[in-house]
């Protein structure tokens, strides 16, 4: 039961606690990324070491998105998101001192199961604290505020490394005094979730998407897959890509062909609402594809601003189709419906991120970079293709829907 006293105004200090909360459990996720070249020149770690850490960093978000989605509702929110933040620190304190693979990928995998945390409780701190006006605010607020704390994460990252002193430990104690921060900030802000009973049995995961919208899955999950994978793609094996193949040990440079992927993928998923969700699928991946082309190209002629030119399409791209297919299954659900929607669609998300991660991690002692390139690239084809020529439009008329297959 959510608490209502005081809405207007007592709950705006838990709203802007919670936001800058999430941005710095995000700012610590992405500030490992510009680092990897560094653990690869020093440490001797191969790509493929590099992909296992993405593999446990995934899989940890995974676990805990599906398990400790609804943990928040039982035990509050304020008690879960101290705990998210705190295993972000852990996982920092752990980053520390990194010399071998082992005590990196357990510190991708903390911030892994904090992240998951994060997500499920900063987020909905948010909406529950998130004032009445502006109407979109909340959903803004929690949506795009972890985009925004990843790049902001990988550009200081990058900034810290290259200018700043001790270069592999300056961004995580950075981070660790934001977290530490934020962690006092929600202390002392209201609580907007009543603790109630049933914390043990929330902790069942719920994965089904009810049967007016699994025709729409086949095609939402080809558009999860193809840009989730990417995701993974950049975490992996573009830092190698861009010193190897594209010429630049910069970690800023780095930091900030990471953000642009993730950045203008925020910015613009609000621009899918203007078409209807089959249309703004096929534009996005179609789009989506044209990035990949570039960054392909980019890659075999070590063309760094052709290479950042791309990366912003295929991000821009990826939050359009990304948007529109979560928007097309959510279409007509009720309040009840949602938690296992988005457990389906964390599950493929996460899912895509982690196995092409592993396959490729383990193909990348065999291939090069470019071939490695290349066969993502082949994963958005495919991926295309299939959106183009299958993408559909929710049923205007849920009554009718299971009965009439009417599609608009």
Known sequence: MIKQVGRGGSLRPAFSSAVASLAAAFVAVGSTIPLFNIYRAEEGFTNADISMTVVAYSAATLTTLLVMGRLSNHLGRRPTSIASLGLLVLGCLLLLNVHDIGTLIAGRLLMGLGAGLAGTSLTSYIVDAAPARP??????????????????????????????????????????????????????????????????????PDVRVPARGRRLLPVAAAVFLATWATGAFYQAFVPALVEDQLHTRSPLVLGL????????????????????????????????????????????????????????????????????????????????????????????????ATFPSLISGQLSNSFSLPQIALGYGALALLATLFAVFAARNPCTDTSKSSRLGEWS
């Open 257 to 352: 062909v990471f953000a642009a992927y993730m950045a203008p993928s925020a910015l613009a998923a609000p621009i899918e609402g203007r078409f209807t969700p089959a249309a703004a699928q096929r534009i996005g991946m179609i789009i989506f594809l044209i990035g990949w082309i570039g960054i392909i190209t980019a890659t075999a002629t070590g063309t760094l601003a052709l290479f950042i030119a791309a990366t912003i399409v295929a991000g821009a791209s990826q939050g359009i189709a990304i948007s529109a297919a979560t928007r097309g299954l959510l279409h007509g659900s009720t309040l009840a419906d949602r938690a296992s929607i988005f457990g389906v669609i964390y599950l493929i998300c996460y899912s895509a």
């Open 135 to 204: 109407a979109w605010l909340a959903s803004v607020a929690s949506s795009q505020t972890v985009m925004l704390g990843l790049a902001v994460g990988a550009i200081a990252s990058g900034a810290l490394i290259q200018f700043g002193p001790w270069p592999r430990e300056l961004i995580y104690l950075v981070a660790i005094g934001l977290l530490l921060l934020s962690s006092a900030l929600i202390a002392i802000s209201p609580e907007t979730e009543t603790p109630s009973p049933g914390a043990w049995r929330s902790l069942r």
